[in-house]
């Protein structure tokens, strides 16, 4: 995680609840003196529709109030997933504090006690910003971290481990709602070849070349399956993965055996039509592409890709630079 910044209040958006304009000018005072930046709501019900257009960093909230009190705002906030991250610290008179276990319980961090004591209520809003941001800073250095644990390094699509976990939940989906679902097992032809003669550099550019290509090609997947599934998931299209060395595999949910040729062969064109700039001349760059789709009989997605991988093999095998259909324990041959 990268080291955080100095702390600078003026980053920070503060809303105050309270019904009490008295109590709302002294803490904006208070605040604005330090270099917060402040909003405010005179109720409970003004706070919720005020959090829907603003995302304060901290709330402080008056526990007593008419109409809806503070812990039923509280409550509110924490069952939202847009707010519910947002730190609330409660405004309470001394003759309240009986209340405030309900208060923690409905999600509050802590409590300032009123008269305030400005020192106090200062100190526990820079604690809770800090503890915030510092969480904020953890949660995006996680994510990020899965993120690369799942991403190939060079071509920036998912792994083997990434697209295979994919490629089983497409599967079971598939298994238990009997739905269309096709996968391509894409191989760059003489790709050592191409990493001997022009070095392994030009290797690289080979291998982001057929990603961007074939990213380009499968961004329209021809998607032919029951009606039901169309309505569901319109904006479903094929996943790229890259498997190892120069072979990849691309997910294609909701799509049969028809729609998964078309892709495939499309992506062969689209990859012919291209080519490498070495030394001022072209290099063409072509693959192979094994297809298979899946059949009731299938146990496990691992029995789409041994058919995929056998019809790859007899597509390097026929020559390269074609597509090749393994159905029905049949190889069909493409063009």
Same mark, same amino acid.
């Given at each position: 995680m990268k080291t955080l910044e100095p702390f600078d209040p003026e980053k920070f958006l503060i809303?105050? @609840?309270?019904? %009490?304009?008295? =109590?709302?000018?002294?803490?904006?005072?208070?605040?604005?003196?330090?270099?917060y930046r402040t909003t405010f709501a005179l109720s409970g019900k003004q706070a919720i529709e005020r959090l829907k257009g603003t995302k304060p960093d901290l709330i402080l909230l008056d526990l007593m109030m008419p109409e809806i009190n503070g812990i039923e705002v509280c409550?509110?906030?924490?069952?939202?997933?847009?707010?519910?991250?947002?730190?609330? %610290?409660f405004l309470t008179a001394a003759t309240e504090t009986n209340y405030l276990l309900n208060a923690f319980e409905a999600g509050a961090v802590d409590y300032i006690t009123k008269p305030f004591r400005t020192p106090e209520l200062l100190a526990r809003v820079?604690?809770?910003?800090?503890?915030?941001?510092?969480?904020?800073?953890?949660?995006?250095?996680?994510?990020?971290?899965?993120?690369?644990?799942?991403?190939?390094?060079l071509t920036g699509i998912p792994n083997r481990r990434s697209i295979f976990n994919f490629g089983r939940q497409e599967f079971e989906l598939s298994k238990r709602y009997n739905s269309p679902f096709s996968l391509l097992m894409i191989d760059i032809d003489k790709f050592k070849t191409i990493n001997d003669s022009?070095?392994?550099?030009?290797?690289?550019e080979a291998l982001k070349?057929?990603?961007?290509?074939?990213?380009?090609?499968?961004r329209k997947v021809d998607y032919i399956g029951r009606l039901e599934a169309l309505e569901e998931t319109p904006e479903?299209?094929?996943?790229?993965?890259?498997?190892?060395?120069?072979?990849? @595999?691309?997910?294609?949910?909701?799509?049969?055996? !028809?729609?998964?040729? !078309?892709?495939?062969?499309?992506?062969?064109?689209?990859?012919?039509?291209?080519?490498?700039?070495?030394? =001022?001349?072209?290099? =063409?760059?072509?693959?192979?592409?094994?297809?298979?789709t899946y059949d009731q009989k299938d146990e496990k997605m691992d029995d789409l890709?041994?058919?995929?991988?056998?019809?790859?093999?007899?597509?390097?095998?026929?020559?390269?630079?074609?597509? @090749?259909?393994?159905?029905?324990?049949?190889?069909? @041959?493409g063009q």
């Amino acid at each position: 995680m990268k080291t955080l910044e100095p702390f600078d209040p003026e980053k920070f958006l503060i809303l105050i @609840v309270d019904d %009490i304009r008295k =109590n709302l000018q002294l803490l904006i005072e208070i605040l604005d003196t330090v270099g917060y930046r402040t909003t405010f709501a005179l109720s409970g019900k003004q706070a919720i529709e005020r959090l829907k257009g603003t995302k304060p960093d901290l709330i402080l909230l008056d526990l007593m109030m008419p109409e809806i009190n503070g812990i039923e705002v509280c409550k509110r906030l924490q069952q939202d997933e847009n707010t519910a991250k947002i730190p609330i %610290i409660f405004l309470t008179a001394a003759t309240e504090t009986n209340y405030l276990l309900n208060a923690f319980e409905a999600g509050a961090v802590d409590y300032i006690t009123k008269p305030f004591r400005t020192p106090e209520l200062l100190a526990r809003v820079k604690i809770h910003l800090d503890l915030k941001r510092t969480k904020d800073e953890l949660e995006k250095a996680y994510d990020e971290m899965k993120r690369i644990a799942a991403t190939d390094e060079l071509t920036g699509i998912p792994n083997r481990r990434s697209i295979f976990n994919f490629g089983r939940q497409e599967f079971e989906l598939s298994k238990r709602y009997n739905s269309p679902f096709s996968l391509l097992m894409i191989d760059i032809d003489k790709f050592k070849t191409i990493n001997d003669s022009y070095g392994h550099d030009i290797g690289d550019e080979a291998l982001k070349m057929m990603v961007k290509t074939t990213l380009n090609s499968i961004r329209k997947v021809d998607y032919i399956g029951r009606l039901e599934a169309l309505e569901e998931t319109p904006e479903k299209k094929g996943h790229l993965g890259r498997l190892g060395g120069e072979e990849f @595999v691309v997910i294609l949910p909701h799509t049969n055996l !028809k729609g998964a040729y !078309k892709a495939a062969e499309r992506i062969c064109k689209a990859m012919t039509a291209e080519s490498l700039q070495v030394e =001022n001349k072209p290099v =063409n760059i072509t693959v192979s592409i094994g297809v298979a789709t899946y059949d009731q009989k299938d146990e496990k997605m691992d029995d789409l890709l041994k058919r995929a991988d056998l019809a790859l093999f007899a597509a390097k095998r026929n020559g390269r630079n074609r597509v @090749v259909i393994m159905h029905n324990d049949k190889l069909t @041959v493409g063009q």
